[in-house]
């Protein structure tokens, strides 16, 4: 298996992540590159290599899975490389332990927060300045740039503007907007593409052992999101959500039913943060507990000066638990969105498959029942909302908004 098998439907992006291995290999391999102390990289003018990429794309299109794809080809020590062989084997030590995560040039930086913040970019670019223990390249994969702060950003850039010579930043963000125009100059900036429906449905099957018809469902419900595609084919509390989520364009029929219909979706979002607290807040406080001296599970007192230490802790478990209740309602709101495309799509007499096939006649009711103006509208309303909660607007309020828009269509 090589390093690239899990990168889903980007065959030309693979070609060019492949030809930099290969070039960055040429170079670490140099007569003279891994003593002397120069930058290889700034040593070649026609390397396809470079120092700062920027991968960009859609929403499970698979950005963070492509960076430490690349990652583990630079980090590749397969004997094959010596043969003419690409890097990226899968197989070595080099590969294996990038793609597990316990390679010691390798480090993957993702956040379950809002943001990134000041203090914890200033602890990258201190990992960035050491010298690979592996004599190879210090890989540093960013997959959250876009949630850095405007002063977490400033930071970053005189790291990748000026990196050290053996250091590659791979940085993940939705859109190259998304990132600081002064970061994104200095990227090499390569940009994925939403995988076809058969490749995500394939690898579903391949890779988790999924029965091949529910990994197409799944695949065809989530429109190539791969990981959102594992997840519903693999958790049924993920399924009953989405089919609840699906319920809603029947039951906003009055304003009853749209206020309880934005409660409910509220709900849900909050039930999905606390089972997140419920499986990791308690172990990150044990843990925590156990460090600054208190003996596990007796809820002793805390040793004199720690209880900064383990307020810090709870804020950030507020404020992850604040994220999983906004991602989890931005993902009911995708849902709903692909239901009203569906709409439109039967309104339109197009031939493309449906999305929500086990809905079909939800669909064809709301198709009947309006037109596809109204049908843009209340797209237009449910994108509305997701951009109101990243405005910070209360989860609630913009939620109540939409159901209401949705009734007037």
Not at 300 to 313: I, S, V
């Amino acid at each position: 298996m090589a390093v690239w098998d899990d990168v889903v439907g980007q065959e030309r992006l693979i070609e060019q992540l492949a030809a930099a291995a290969r070039d960055a290999d040429a170079l670490v391999t140099a007569e003279g590159a891994a003593v002397d102390g120069t930058d290889p990289i700034a040593q070649s003018g026609t390397s396809k290599m470079t120092h700062a990429w920027l991968f960009t794309g859609p929403p499970g299109a698979g950005r963070a899975t492509a960076a430490r794809a690349f990652a583990a080809a630079l980090q590749c020590v397969s004997p094959d490389r010596a043969l003419g062989g690409a890097p990226g084997c899968g197989f070595c030590e080099g590969c294996h332990t990038s793609l597990v995560g316990t390679h010691a040039d390798v480090e993957v930086v993702r956040t379950d927060l809002l943001s990134i913040g000041v203090k914890e970019t200033r602890d990258l670019v201190r990992r960035s300045s050491m010298s690979p223990s592996g004599g190879r390249w210090q890989v540093i994969v960013l997959e959250d740039a876009d949630r850095l702060t405007e002063g977490a950003g400033n930071v970053l850039l005189k790291a990748v503007e000026e990196p050290a010579p053996r250091t590659v930043w791979l940085l993940c963000a939705p859109s190259i907007e998304d990132v600081l125009p002064t970061i994104r100059s200095r990227c090499r900036h390569v940009t994925l593409c939403t995988p076809p429906v058969a490749a995500v449905a394939d690898v579903l099957v391949r890779r988790d052992g999924i029965e091949p018809e529910a990994a197409a469902a799944a695949a065809r419900a989530t429109q190539g999101h791969i990981d959102r595609a594992r997840r519903l084919a693999t958790d049924e509390r993920a399924r009953a959500r989405r089919n609840a989520v699906l319920k809603l364009p029947l039951r906003v029929d009055d304003i009853g039913g749209c206020l309880k219909g934005a409660q409910e979706l509220i709900d849900a979002a909050t039930e999905d943060a606390k089972q997140v607290a419920e499986e990791v807040d308690a172990k990150e406080t044990e843990e925590l507990r156990a460090a600054l001296g208190a003996a596990a599970g007796t809820g002793g007192r805390l040793p004199r000066g720690t209880a900064g230490a383990m307020k810090e802790l709870q804020d950030k478990q507020k404020r992850r638990s604040t994220r999983t209740q906004r991602d989890s309602l931005d993902l009911a709101l995708t849902d709903l969105t692909g239901f009203y495309r569906d709409v439109l799509a039967v309104q339109l007499n197009s031939t493309v498959p449906l999305a929500n096939e086990e809905v079909r006649d939800s669909i064809r009711r709301i198709a009947s029942s309006s037109t596809p103006e109204r049908t843009l509208r209340r797209i237009e309303a449910v994108i509305a909302c997701r951009q109101a909660l990243d405005r910070n607007v209360a989860p609630l309020l913009a939620v109540e908004a939409m159901t209401a828009a949705l009734r007037k269509g």
